[in-house]
C-alpha cells in the first residue's frame, strides 16, 4: 500500500433540504431542492427514492428533478442523489412509495370520437392533485372531470384499434391501464330523408355504426337545433323536426350515442325558411266554402300537402302548390273559430292560429219580387248568406243563373234575374252560392214571367246622336215593374223621357260613338227588354266653324259644320251659353241664328244645336257673349226729323266693326253720320208718331244695343210746320219770310234754309213762328220745298211752297260808260226780279243818285258819284229780289271843269270853261248852268266849252255845271259870280 500525504481532502457534504412531493408512485415528477447535491462531484448521475433508481430529468448542484419508477409495494425510503465521483447526497426517509393508482374499470370500453368514458379505480390521480392527461390507446381524450376514483373524459378522434388508458397527473404519476380501450370503427350517416325541411318534417338518418357503440341514441341536432327522436336502430334513425330559428340554415346532423358519441354528417341538412300562412281567403264560411291558402313554402319542404284542417275539422284539398293550396271546407254544423293547419308529405306543419272561423249555416227567409223575367232585379233576404265569405258569386233562381249579383251581405242579396226560356209553371227555389264556395237554399221563392220584347220595327227614329228622342215601341216592356227606370242604346245609357207604360217609352240619347248595337229597356225592377242592333249611332255632328265668334244679342252668328242635323230633319233650337238663339235658317251644314239676351258677359261658352229629333250637336267653347253694350247718353234726347243726335255709351259696335242701323222709338234714322265704340252720331227720320222710345243700334253682325230709360231714350216731337211763306216765289236777293210752328225744330236756333234745295244768303230774323231771308241765286222751277235746319240739324219743311223765277236779266246798257250824273238806260227782262218795282240800283255797289224811270223791261237811272273804274249792275226789287249780270259798265274818270273864264259877269257875258272830259263820256255837252241859270252854249270841245251866261235874278258865288247828253254832270263849286247887271241910265249919241 501507498501512502501519500496531503493528497485527499474531504469535502464539504451536500444537503437536501425539500423533496416536493414526498410521496407518489410511478411517474411522479419529484423535485428535490438543496445545496452541494452533486457532493464533491459536478454531475449528477443517479437518483435513489427508497432505494428504487428514479429517471433523472435535470439538474443542478441545487434542484434535482427526477420521475419515480414504479415500486412493487408501498415503502418509505431515503432519497439519495450519486454523483460522478461516487458521492452521495442523502435525505433519510424523504420519499414515500405509495400504493399505485389503479384503474379498475372502463365504461364503455370502446367507443369513438365523442364518446364519454368512465374511468374507476383507485388513487387514479397518483397522488397528485389533479389529472393533467388522460389518453385512450395513445390518444388523450377531453376531460370533463376527476377524483382519485372516477374520471370522466370525451374521447376524441382516432384511428380503430385497442390501447390502453393512461392518467397522468400534475404530479407527473401515471395510472394506466393495458388494452382498456378500443376505437371502434366511427359511424357513418350516408342518406338523410328529407334533406331539407321544418318544424314537425320526419326525417330519416340512415349509416352505419349509428349508435356509436353504445345501445341507444339519446340525441339528435339538426343544423345545431334538436330533433324528437322516434325510434333508432344502428343504422336507421327517424326524427322528427323541431322549430328552428325561421331562417333558411343549413349545417350538420349530429347524432349522440348514451355514450356522448358523436357523429356528425356536415351540412347535411337545411333548415327552411318557415312555412308562413300569409292569408285565407275566405277567412271565415261554412260547409262548401271554398276556401285559398295562400302563403310561402307552404309544404314545409316537402312535395306535397297530405292534409289540411280548418279549425280541427279535415278539408277536402282542390289542389294545391308551395304557394297556394285551394280547399273545399266540410261541414260543422256550428259556428267555430280555430287553426288553419297544413301537414305535408313530410310531416312538416305549416299553422296559422285562428285562421278560419267556421260560420253559422245560412238561410234565406224572403225574396222580393217573387216573380219577374230577364234583368229583374231581386233582393234575397235572410241570415248568413254570404256562408262566412264576403259575398255572392252565383244566385240561381228557379234553376236559372242570374246575369248578375249586384250586392251582397249577409243579410241582403241583390241580384238581377236571368232570362228563362219558358215561363215557370210552379215557384222554384233560390240558390246562393258564396265566392267561399258555400250554398244556401231556399224553395218555392221564385216564378219567371212570359218575357218582354220591342217591336221590330218599333224604335223611332232607328238612328240618331246625343239628344235624339227616340220612341220605342213593344210589350210587357215594364217587366212586371211600374215603370222604365233605366234604358241604353248601343250600350250607352239614356235619358228616359216617358217610361210608365207596358207598349210605348221615350228615351233620349246620350253621347256615343258611330255603330249600331241594342235598345235595352231597364224597368224598375231591373227586368231588362232588348231589341238586339235596333239602333243605330249616326256620326256625332260637327262644329268647325261659328261666326262670329263673340257678340252680343241679336248678333247673327253662323254655324258651318257636318251633320249638324244630329241624323233629324230641322233644327229645333240653338242656345249660345245656354241662352236660346233665333233661328233664321238652318240645315245639316249651315246654320243661321241671332243671339238672344246673354244677362252677364260668358267667356268661351258652348254652342248647342238640338235638332227636332232631340239630337243635339254641341261645340265646346267656340262662342264668348261680350259685356252688352250700353247707350249712356242721347244728345239731344228729344228733336224732330232731321235732328243730329249723339249716342254716348260703350260697346256700341256690339261686338262688330260698324252700325249699320240705328232706329229712335222704332223708327230708322235718316242716315249714321259718324261711328266708334263709344260715340254714333245719327240723323233723326221722319216719323208719325210722337213720344219717346228706346235709342236701338245694329251693328253689322246684328247685334244689338238697346237703350233704356232713362239714359238710352229719344223723344220724338211734334215736327216743326211751315204754314205760309212771302212771297211765294222770288230770285236772288228776293227777301223771304218764313210762318209757322217749331220752325227751329225743337232746336235753339234756325241755322240753314233752303229754297228748292238752294240755302238762302243769309238768314235775318229767326224765331220759333218766323224767319226772314235773303234769297240766293237758283234755278227756276215752280213750287218747291222750303226747308229749315236748326242747329240741332232738325228740319222743317214747307212742301211746294216757294218758286223759283227765271232770273231777270239785263241785256243792255246805255251808255255803256260814263261818270257822275251820266243818266244809264238798263233793257232786258224781268227787271223787278218777280216784285212790282225797283227799290235800288246799284252800280259798282254804289246806289245811283236817281231812278229816272222804271218798267219790267226798261230802267232809267242817273248815276251818282263814283271811282272811276269797272263796275257792275244790280237792280234790287221792293222784294229784295236782285237781277244782275256780268255785264260791266265802264266808270270813267270823272270830267273836271279846272277854269271858268272869265269867274265873274252877268247876263250876256262869254265865259271859256276850260277842263278835261268835259263831256262826261258823252259825245257833247247839252246844257250849262250857272248856279241855276241856263247859259248858251256858243262852241263846244272835249276840253273847252264856250257858253254866254244868261240872267239871274239873283247875285253872288254860284256853282257851274256841265251836263252832257249822256246826262254826266261836271261841277265847278262856286266857279262864278254872278254880278250886278250892266245897267244902261243912257244912250249918247
Known amino acids: 500500500m501507498s501512502t501519500g500525504s496531503s493528497v485527499w481532502t474531504f469535502g ?15 411517474g411522479t415528477v419529484v423535485d428535490i431542492a438543496g445545496t452541494l447535491l452533486a457532493s464533491d462531484g459536478s454531475t449528477i448521475v443517479a437518483v435513489l427514492l427508497a432505494n428504487i433508481p428514479a429517471v433523472l430529468y435535470n439538474y443542478s448542484n441545487t434542484r434535482v428533478v427526477a420521475v419515480a419508477s414504479r415500486s412493487s409495494s408501498a415503502v418509505q425510503g431515503d432519497v439519495v ?30 367507443g369513438m370520437f365523442g364518446t364519454t368514458v368512465i374511468i374507476y379505480g383507485s388513487n387514479l390521480r397518483g397522488y397528485g392533485s389533479r389529472l393533467l392527461q388522460v389518453s385512450l390507446v395513445g390518444k388523450p381524450a377531453t376531460i370533463l372531470d376527476d377524483t382519485d376514483t372516477l374520471v370522466r373524459v370525451v374521447a376524441n378522434e382516432q384511428t380503430p384499434g385497442t390501447g390502453d388508458v393512461v392518467l397522468t397527473a400534475d404530479s407527473g404519476a401515471v395510472v394506466r391501464r393495458h388494452n382498456a380501450w378500443q376505437y371502434i370503427t366511427a359511424g357513418n350517416v350516408t342518406t338523410v330523408t328529407p334533406s331539407q325541411g321544418q318544424a314537425g318534417t320526419v326525417v330519416e338518418i340512415v349509416g352505419v355504426g349509428l349508435l356509436a357503440g353504445g345501445s341507444r341514441v339519446v340525441s339528435v341536432t339538426l343544423a345545431g337545433i334538436p330533433a324528437t327522436i322516434i325510434n333508432f336502430t344502428n343504422t336507421v334513425i327517424r326524427v322528427v323536426v323541431n322549430r328552428g330559428s325561421g331562417v333558411q340554415t343549413t349545417g350538420a346532423i349530429v347524432i349522440m350515442a348514451e355514450t356522448n358519441a358523436m357523429i356528425t354528417a356536415p351540412n347535411a341538412w337545411t333548415y327552411l325558411s318557415e312555412g308562413q300562412i300569409r292569408s285565407v281567403t275566405p277567412s271565415q264560411g261554412q260547409n262548401g266554402a271554398v276556401v285559398t291558402i295562400a302563403g310561402a313554402n307552404l309544404y314545409g319542404g316537402g312535395n306535397s300537402i297530405r292534409q289540411v284542417t280548418l279549425a280541427g275539422v279535415d278539408a277536402t284539398i282542390v289542389t294545391q302548390s308551395n304557394t297556394s293550396i285551394v280547399v273545399v271546407a266540410n261541414s260543422l254544423g256550428f259556428a267555430r273559430l280555430g287553426d288553419v293547419v297544413l301537414l305535408s308529405d313530410t310531416g312538416a306543419l305549416v299553422s296559422l292560429r285562428d285562421g278560419f272561423q267556421y260560420a253559422a249555416p245560412g238561410a234565406i227567409g224572403s225574396v222580393s219580387p217573387q216573380a219577374g223575367q230577364v234583368g229583374t232585379v231581386v233582393s234575397i233576404s235572410g241570415s248568413s248568406l254570404l256562408g262566412g265569405g264576403s259575398g255572392i258569386v252565383r244566385a240561381v233562381l228557379d234553376g236559372v243563373s242570374t246575369q248578375a249579383i249586384l250586392f251582397s251581405n249577409n243579410s241582403l242579396v241583390v241580384v238581377a234575374a236571368n232570362a228563362s226560356s219558358a215561363a215557370s209553371s210552379s215557384a222554384g227555389s233560390v240558390t246562393l252560392y258564396s265566392e267561399a264556395g258555400a250554398f244556401v237554399t231556399g224553395s218555392g221563392l221564385w216564378s219567371h214571367l212570359a218575357a218582354s220584347s220591342i217591336t221590330v220595327g218599333g224604335v223611332s227614329p232607328a238612328s240618331g246622336q246625343f239628344g235624339t228622342l227616340v220612341t220605342i215601341n213593344g210589350t210587357r216592356l215594364l217587366g212586371g215593374g211600374t215603370r222604365i227606370a233605366n234604358a241604353s242604346l248601343v250600350g250607352v245609357s239614356a235619358v228616359v223621357v216617358q217610361g210608365t207604360s207596358n207598349t210605348s217609352a221615350v228615351v233620349q240619347a246620350q253621347a256615343g260613338s258611330a255603330g249600331t248595337g241594342h235598345v235595352i229597356l231597364t224597368a224598375d225592377t231591373g227586368a231588362r227588354t232588348t231589341l238586339e242592333n235596333g239602333w243605330e249611332y249616326v256620326a256625332v255632328g260637327q262644329v268647325a266653324t261659328v261666326q262670329p265668334s263673340n257678340g252680343q244679342y241679336a248678333t247673327v252668328v253662323t254655324i258651318r259644320g257636318s251633320g249638324l242635323l244630329g241624323g233629324g230633319a230641322s233644327v229645333a233650337s240653338v242656345t249660345l251659353g245656354g241662352v236660346a238663339a233665333t233661328l233664321v235658317s238652318g240645315n245639316a251644314t249651315d246654320i243661321v241664328v241671332t243671339a238672344g239676351n246673354s244677362s252677364t258677359a260668358q267667356a268661351n261658352v258652348d254652342v248647342v244645336v238640338t235638332a227636332n229629333t232631340g239630337a243635339v250637336v254641341r261645340s265646346v267653347g267656340t262662342w264668348s257673349y261680350l259685356a252688352e253694350g250700353q247707350i249712356s247718353g242721347v244728345t239731344p234726347s228729344s228733336g224732330q226729323v232731321g235732328t243730329l243726335v249723339t249716342i254716348s255709351g260703350q260697346r256700341l259696335l256690339g261686338g262688330g266693326t260698324s252700325v249699320v242701323l240705328v232706329t229712335l222709338n222704332g223708327v ?31 251693328s253689322n253682325t246684328g247685334a244689338q244695343v238697346i237703350g233704356t230709360a232713362p239714359s238710352g231714350v229719344f ?14 216765289s222770288g230770285q236772288i236777293g228776293t227777301r223771304v219770310t218764313i210762318s209757322g210752328t217749331s220752325l227751329r225744330g225743337w232746336g235753339t236756333r234756325v241755322a240753314q234754309v233752303t229754297l228748292n234745295g238752294q240755302a238762302v244768303q243769309n238768314i235775318t230774323v229767326e224765331t220759333d213762328t218766323s224767319v226772314e231771308v235773303v234769297v240766293a241765286r237758283g234755278a227756276s222751277a215752280a213750287s218747291r220745298d222750303v226747308v229749315l235746319t236748326s242747329d240741332s240739324g232738325a228740319r222743317v219743311t214747307g212742301t211746294g211752297l216757294w218758286t223759283y223765277l227765271a232770273e231777270g236779266s239785263i241785256s243792255q246798257v246805255l251808255p255803256i260808260s260814263g261818270q257822275t250824273g251820266t243818266v244809264l238806260t238798263i233793257r ?14 246799284l252800280i259798282g255797289g254804289v246806289t245811283v243818285s236817281q231812278i229816272l224811270n222804271q218798267t219790267n223791261t226798261e230802267v232809267v237811272v242817273r248815276l251818282a258819284s263814283h271811282p272811276a273804274g269797272l263796275a257792275t249792275l244790280s237792280l234790287i226789287s221792293l222784294s229784295g229780289s236782285i237781277v244782275s249780270n256780268n255785264t260791266l259798265f265802264t266808270v270813267i274818270s270823272a270830267g273836271t271843269l279846272d277854269l271858268v273864264s272869265p269867274s265873274q259877269g252877268q247876263l250876256g ?10 263831256f262826261g263820256g258823252g259825245s257833247n255837252v247839252t246844257r250849262v248852268l250857272f248856279g241855276s241859270v241856263p247859259a248858251t252854249l256858243v262852241s263846244q270841245t272835249n276840253a273847252t266849252v264856250r257858253v254866254r251866261a244868261g240872267e239871274s235874278t239873283t247875285l253872288g258865288v254860284v256853282d257851274v255845271t256841265l251836263i252832257s247828253d249822256t246826262g254826266a254832270v261836271i261841277v265847278r263849286p262856286s266857279g262864278f259870280v254872278y254880278d250886278i247887271a250892266s245897267n244902261i241910265t243912257s244912250v249918247c249919241v
Open 828 to 841: 232786258g227782262t224781268d227787271l223787278f226780279g218777280g216784285s212790282s218795282a225797283l227799290s235800288s240800283v
Open 81 to 110: 442523489l450519486v454523483s460522478e465521483t461516487g458521492g452521495r447526497t442523502t435525505l433519510t426517509n424523504g420519499w414515500n412509495y405509495q400504493t399505485e393508482g389503479q384503474v379498475i374499470g372502463v365504461i364503455p370500453s370502446s
Open 715 to 728: 223723344t220724338y216731337m211734334a215736327s216743326g210746320v211751315v204754314s205760309g211763306i212771302s212771297p211765294t
Open 668 to 698: 230708322g234714322v235718316a242716315r249714321i253720320a259718324s261711328q266708334s265704340n263709344t260715340q254714333v252720331v245719327v240723323e233723326v227720320n221722319s216719323s208719325s208718331v210722337v213720344g219717346a222710345g228706346s235709342v236701338v243700334l245694329y
Open 909 to 918: 257875258v262869254f265865259v271859256n270853261l276850260y277842263g278835261v272830259n268835259l
Open 12 to 26: 464539504q457534504r451536500g444537503t437536501i433540504t425539500s423533496v416536493t412531493p414526498n410521496l407518489g408512485q410511478f
